[in-house]
């Protein structure tokens, strides 16, 4: 939750080749004070059933830039292998075929006492994100 001295941040991800929230995805965060600053890890979550992310660590206090990483190469492996073993027709043509995408890195600007919803929306070959509510 953001004070009138910090920004906080919240994030979901929808995985639009199945119209369905992505579950399990890795998301790392990370601050800085200034734009020459150097990035500092807060730590990450993971998502979960929603596709959301309800444990992030909160933002330090004069944070002004913020870096969510999202681990998509481990989430379409594992999607992919849940697949080839409802369906083993497919293992052949989605055999050693690398992940696009294996991370989505997303920087943004804050300013104290405002709330960002950063969603992440996602599939094998692009992705779109934009400043949510």
């Known amino acids: 939750m953001s004070t009138s001295t910090t ?7 929808l995985d639009t080749s199945v ?6 995805v890795a998301v790392h965060l990370a601050a800085r004070s200034g734009r020459e600053a150097d990035w500092q890890a807060l730590g990450g979550s993971a ?3 929603d596709g959301r992310c309800k ?4 933002l330090p206090e004069g944070t002004t830039h913020v870096r969510l990483a999202f681990d998509i190469e481990t989430y379409f492996a594992k999607k992919q292998a849940a697949a080839q073993q409802d ?3 497919l293992r052949d043509s989605e055999n050693g075929r690398p ?10 600007a804050v300013v104290p006492g405002e ?3 950063v969603p992440l929306l996602l599939n094998p070959f692009g992705y779109s994100v934009y400043r949510g509510s």
Request: proline letters at 11%; zero cysteines; aromatic letters at 12%.
């Open 115 to 117: 709330h960002y919803h």
């Open 87 to 89: 369906a083993p027709a």
């Open 19 to 24: 119209g369905r929230p992505a579950e399990g």
């Open 55 to 58: 444990d992030l660590p909160a």
């Open 47 to 49: 998502t979960d059933a």
């Open 99 to 108: 992940v696009f995408f294996p991370e989505v890195t997303i920087a943004f």
């Open 7 to 13: 920004a906080s941040v919240s994030t979901h991800i």
